[in-house]
């Protein structure tokens, strides 16, 4: 069974940083990508970033460009949103994703088939 499982979330204000990380175990991801993607109240879950370990490497929505940054340890099967200046506007719940057919760098949240349970962010002004 595959499980994606994310931890460190929590509130932060603005202008703080916060590291998510998403363990996954059952399988591995390494040949295909693993992304973090975040949902808003009220509003439809929306892509933040991506990494992939063949051909481009990352990918970042534009309004986090410059202040997250993707990670993954292929070795502990782990992927991590790095979140710095965070603002009110990154208040959200954000979840791992994993794909296990899909052999690029994607942003559609219908190439991804495995997803963490969400971990909340709650930036304060």
């Known amino acids: 069974q595959v499980q994606l499982v994310e931890s460190g979330g929590g509130q932060v204000q603005d202008g703080g940083s916060l590291r998510l990380s998403c363990v996954a175990s059952?399988?591995?991801?390494?040949?295909?990508?693993m992304g973090w993607f975040r949902q808003a109240p009220g509003k439809e879950r929306e892509f933040v970033a991506v990494s992939m370990r063949y051909g481009g490497t990352t990918d970042y929505a534009d309004s986090v460009k410059g202040r997250f940054t993707i990670s993954r340890d292929y070795a502990k099967k782990t992927v991590y949103l790095q979140m710095n200046s965070l603002k009110p506007e990154d208040t959200a719940v954000y979840y791992c994703?994993?794909?296990?057919?899909?052999?690029?760098?994607?942003?559609?949240?219908?190439?991804?088939?495995?997803w963490g349970q969400g971990t909340q962010v709650a930036v304060s002004s």
């Open positions: 059952g399988r591995t991801f390494r040949a295909y990508p």
């Open positions: 994703a994993g794909s296990s057919n899909v052999g690029r760098l994607s942003r559609a949240r219908e190439d991804y088939d495995y």
